[in-house]
T-cell receptor, first 113, second 116 residues
Framework: AQSVTQLGSHVSVSEGALVLLRCNYS??????LFWYVQYPNQGLQLLLK??????LVKGINGFEAEFKKSETSFHLTKPSAHMSDAAEYFC???????????FGTGTRLAVRP | GAVVSQHPSRVICKSGTSVKIECRSL??????MFWYRQFPKQSLMLMAT?????????EQGVEKDKFLINHASLTLSTLTVTSAHPEDSSFYIC????????????FGPGTRLTVT
């Protein structure tokens, strides 16, 4: 069984500041990990994924995440926040290809001008 | 590539009626599609896994007779909410995965259902 914990339901940063969204996972098998972004009244868009290749994963829109097995973490970062980054972010885990995703509770990112 | 569409994007229906939501993978084939429900300001809750040519697998607590799922082809899955009630009002999102990797699911834009 897999589970995901996202620390911080709301994160607020200033434009240009570092973005750090936290995700910790639990999995009985080697996990596949994902970060998705959701804008209001829309579906989810994949930001990046970890599938047991490189532990530092680069995604779209300048986001990246690092898989740390020892810490069971997959935190999402972006060096410089942009106003357009304001959205809901979901971390998700699955146990294998084609397996169902288990989502975290989400983190709402606000970007202050 | 990897586009998933949903139709309708928004629907309002009266209590007791049924509503069908379509989920299509536009540029890839998907043996598996997933249906989620999302309440306001909450995460996605998996309702069922839809497999082409076979019965859907429902998550615990989801009424299969109320939420009918059909996956008749590799590009189309439908969710029918039968005898809808106001508490069924929600945002319904589908997703699909390509036949051969790369593991992630592609999400549709969602359907906002309001039952009056």
């Amino acid at each position: 069984a897999q589970s995901v914990t996202q620390l911080g339901s709301h994160v607020s940063v200033s434009e240009g500041a570092l973005v750090l969204l936290r995700c910790n996972y639990s999995s009985s098998v080697p996990p596949y990990l994902f970060w998705y972004v959701q804008y209001p009244n829309q579906g989810l868009q994949l930001l990046l994924k970890y599938t047991s290749a490189a532990t530092l994963v680069k995604g779209i829109n300048g986001f990246e995440a690092e898989f740390k097995k020892s810490e069971t973490s997959f935190h999402l970062t972006k060096p410089s926040a942009h106003m357009s980054d304001a959205a809901e972010y979901f971390c998700a885990v699955s146990g294998s290809s084609g397996d169902k995703l288990t989502f975290g509770t989400g983190t709402r990112l606000a970007v202050r001008p | 590539g990897a586009v998933v569409s949903q139709h309708p994007s928004r629907v309002i229906c009266k209590s007791g009626t049924s509503v069908k939501i379509e989920c299509r993978s536009l540029d890839f084939q998907a043996t598996t599609m997933f249906w989620y429900r999302q309440f306001p300001k909450q995460s996605l809750m998996l309702m069922a896994t839809s497999n082409e040519g076979s019965k859907a697998t429902y998550e615990q607590g989801v009424e299969k007779d109320k939420f009918l799922i059909n996956h008749a082809s590799l590009t189309l899955s439908t969710l029918t909410v039968t005898s809808a009630h106001p508490e069924d009002s929600s945002f319904y999102i589908c997703s699909a995965g390509p036949l051969a990797g790369p593991y992630e699911q592609y999400f549709g834009p969602g359907t906002r259902l309001t039952v009056t």
